[in-house]
């Protein structure tokens, strides 16, 4: 597989400080525990309230930002190796690892809780999450886990967090990030370029377009609109019901 540029994380990371810094208006999915901002399924932290975690390579770390010129670690969760993304979702953390994707009860944000760990093949693991099930990319290649040659996408039943369940499984190119929105799910494929699923039966994901021109690594959804990450840098789109996608605008990465 392709070495990407640094640069490519450059961009992911521009993603996930332009949402947060905005805001966004769907974050109120719990009142408990609001999720301040929207990350893509790449990011390795994400803010709920006034606590921060960040996602290394083998531990979760949670920070108090109640006083943001003063963040205060609260804990730091031993995880083994292989961490690699983090995704909040209603009262719950859902993390990405190389050989599965862990749920952390999230009631008490400064302490959180683990659940259950979900355990597939030593991939490349992005995840997001809407209404009861879990969408989680597996990519093979070197960068991800030598060995493994299947790539695909699966759906994960979540409604029992201390149980998920895999429903569904379908091959993929070679997906990155994803977001899902609505009855839409949009798949990154790298160079290979942009997947857009059909999700009115959520367990089942049916395949609706793919943009071969349109090279992708994360993908951020907010209502008709797309941030998506490529080769050349950060792309703004919109789209509508025919899933027809028009670039409103760019911010070039050379």
């Given at each position: 597989?392709k070495r990407?540029?640094?640069?490519f994380?450059i961009g992911?990371?521009i993603i996930?400080?332009?949402?947060i810094?905005?805001?966004c208006?769907?974050?109120?999915?719990?009142?408990?525990?609001?999720?301040?901002g929207?990350?893509g399924?790449?990011?390795r932290?994400a803010?709920?309230?006034?606590?921060l975690y960040i996602?290394?390579?083998?531990?979760?770390?949670?920070?108090?930002i109640?006083?943001?010129?003063?963040?205060v670690k609260?804990?730091?969760?031993d995880?083994?190796?292989g961490?690699e993304?983090?995704?909040?979702?209603?009262?719950?953390?859902?993390?990405?690892?190389s050989?599965?994707m862990?749920?952390?009860?999230n009631?008490?944000?400064?302490?959180?809780?683990?659940?259950?760990?979900?355990?597939?093949?030593?991939?490349?693991?992005p995840v997001?999450v809407?209404g009861?099930?879990?969408y989680?990319?597996?990519?093979?290649g070197?960068?991800c886990?030598?060995?493994?040659?299947?790539?695909?996408?699966?759906?994960v039943d979540?409604?029992d967090?201390?149980?998920?369940?895999l429903?569904?499984?379908?091959?993929?190119?070679?997906?990155?990030?994803?977001?899902?929105?609505?009855?839409?799910l949009?798949?990154?494929?790298?160079d290979?370029?942009?997947?857009?699923?059909?999700?009115?039966?959520p367990?089942?994901p049916?395949?609706?377009?793919?943009?071969?021109?349109?090279?992708?690594y994360?993908?951020?959804?907010?209502?008709?609109?797309?941030?998506?990450?490529?080769?050349?840098g950060l792309?703004q789109?919109?789209?509508?019901d025919t899933?027809?996608i028009?670039?409103?605008s760019?911010?070039?990465v050379?």
């Amino acid at each position: 597989m392709k070495r990407l540029a640094p640069l490519f994380f450059i961009g992911l990371a521009i993603i996930g400080l332009l949402i947060i810094l905005t805001s966004c208006d769907g974050g109120n999915d719990s009142a408990l525990n609001p999720q301040s901002g929207t990350g893509g399924s790449m990011a390795r932290f994400a803010i709920t309230g006034s606590t921060l975690y960040i996602v290394s390579k083998r531990s979760l770390e949670v920070y108090d930002i109640s006083e943001g010129a003063n963040p205060v670690k609260s804990v730091t969760k031993d995880m083994g190796l292989g961490i690699e993304t983090i995704f909040p979702f209603k009262d719950n953390l859902f993390i990405g690892a190389s050989d599965g994707m862990y749920i952390y009860d999230n009631t008490r944000p400064k302490e959180p809780v683990l659940l259950s760990k979900f355990t597939h093949i030593q991939s490349c693991d992005p995840v997001v999450v809407q209404g009861k099930y879990a969408y989680v990319t597996l990519r093979s290649g070197v960068v991800c886990r030598i060995g493994n040659t299947l790539s695909s996408l699966d759906v994960v039943d979540i409604s029992d967090p201390v149980k998920p369940v895999l429903v569904n499984s379908q091959a993929m190119d070679s997906p990155y990030g994803l977001s899902a929105s609505g009855n839409r799910l949009f798949v990154c494929e790298g160079d290979k370029g942009f997947r857009v699923m059909d999700i009115s039966n959520p367990a089942v994901p049916i395949y609706k377009h793919y943009f071969h021109d349109l090279p992708s690594y994360d993908v951020i959804s907010r209502g008709k609109h797309l941030i998506i990450t490529g080769k050349k840098g950060l792309f703004q789109y919109q789209y509508d019901d025919t899933d027809t996608i028009e670039l409103l605008s760019k911010i070039p990465v050379l």
